[in-house]
């Protein structure tokens, strides 16, 4: 074979990686809209980052490879890629990867969760004794007003009885 051939055959092998790769990133967008939900403006946006990362990493390689000039077998090469993955590995990466990463967090939450039950528990029981302390404090803080309301209505009781004594003998 001739090296224009060979190097031809080498393009279009590198399309069809580059295929599998852009593929293979956007089903890592799937897996994490599958974790956490998105709504349409943040997939939209997503979306719109990760296709012109594409058209980047599409013209780095046309420019590397093919000095920049596209080639129609390259667009083919590339599209295969992308279908001959998307229909064979893609459903079955994201529904493994998923539900791994859904158990591993899983775990890791049920073992915080073990850990900080000390913390929980010290939380629940200052939450009751501050609640108890602010039921007593507010009793304590009736008894006191009203304490001090008598004394003070006594008070001016006696400063009146003692003005008319003034004002009688005076």
Known sequence: MSQNIISE?????????????ITFVYDGFLVLRRLIRHNLLLISLEDMIFWIACA??????LCEENNGILRW??????????IIYKESVSRFFVDVMSTIIQRIFHVIFKI???????VRFLGRKMGYISAKCSRKSRKAGKYMKNKLTRGFKLLKITLCKHNSKQERNG
């Not at 055959?9 to 790769?21: D, K, Q, R, T």
């Not at 077998?73 to 992308?82: C, N, R, Y």
């Open 9 to 21: 055959v080498v393009f279009f092998a590198h399309s069809f990686l580059l295929g599998i790769v």
């Open 73 to 82: 077998f390259a667009v083919l090469g590339a599209t295969l890629g992308m």
């Open 112 to 118: 915080l969760r073990f850990l900080l039950y000390p």
């Open 56 to 61: 980047i990493g599409v013209f780095y390689m």
